[in-house]
């Protein structure tokens, strides 16, 4: 399996552009999160998909995020508008049950720098 | 709501050496506790999980232990080789299968040849 792929890998915008980060889980798992890391903050769960239905969107910052997940194999995570303060790691992981405590398997992130 | 803390946030030993890594957390209530490393650039990749109940899991030359009551885990690290250098983080979920993970930010490794 090539595990769980993400695109783009490096992303630079400017300030206002739309942004849409992209994730394919591993084959036949039931569970994709979304993270962000940063520095100052650390590695925070923004959204967590069980089953493709959006369980759990308490840590998405603020309207200007979105996540969906039309089918098994594919989510996005979009930023519209924005800002230089979004500027971080962002990760996809996916898991084999239903639940978040089991372990996460991530995939290389993508960083984004807003300009 | 839940802490987790690792300190020091880094941390440089020679190879061969015996290390340990700390974590510490606020709230014991925990269903279970992780430890991942992270290579620069890279993702997370899960190295040991240990399940409320238990105190230990091993992996080749990696040991976690935890002790819930006082809030702690450590990472030992046996004869230390310069491929273990990474950031390893620690993170816990509260009780109930369905918790989410808190992370800690992580000790930055290096082993020197």
């Known amino acids: 399996d090539a595990g769980v792929i993400q695109s783009p890998r490096h992303e630079v915008t400017e300030m206002g552009q739309e942004v849409t980060l992209r994730c394919k889980p591993i084959s036949g798992h039931n569970s994709l999160f979304w993270y962000r890391q940063t520095m100052m903050r650390g590695l925070e769960l923004l959204i967590y998909?069980?089953?493709?239905?959006?369980?759990?969107d308490s840590g998405m910052p603020e309207d200007r995020f979105s996540a969906k997940m039309p089918n098994a194999s594919f989510s996005t995570l979009k930023i519209q508008p924005s800002e230089p303060r979004d500027s971080a790691v962002y990760f996809c992981a996916s898991s084999p049950l239903g639940t978040r405590a089991e372990t996460q398997y991530f995939g290389p992130g993508t960083r984004l720098l807003v300009l | 709501k839940q802490e987790v803390t690792q300190i020091p946030a880094a941390l440089s030993v020679p190879e061969g050496e015996n290390l340990v890594l700390n974590c510490s957390f606020t709230?014991?209530?925990?269903?279970?506790l992780q430890w991942f490393r992270q290579d620069p650039g890279k993702g997370l990749t899960s190295l040991l999980l240990i399940q409320s109940s238990q105190r230990e899991q091993t992996s080749g030359r990696l040991n976690a232990s935890l002790d819930k009551s006082s809030g702690r885990s450590t990472l030992y690290i046996a004869a230390s080789q310069p491929g273990d250098s990474a950031t390893y983080l620690c993170a816990v979920s509260g009780t109930g299968a369905n918790s989410k993970l808190t992370f800690g930010k992580g000790i930055t490794l290096s082993v020197r040849p």
């Open positions: 998909f069980n089953n493709n239905v959006p369980i759990d």
């Open positions: 709230d014991s209530a925990i269903y279970n």
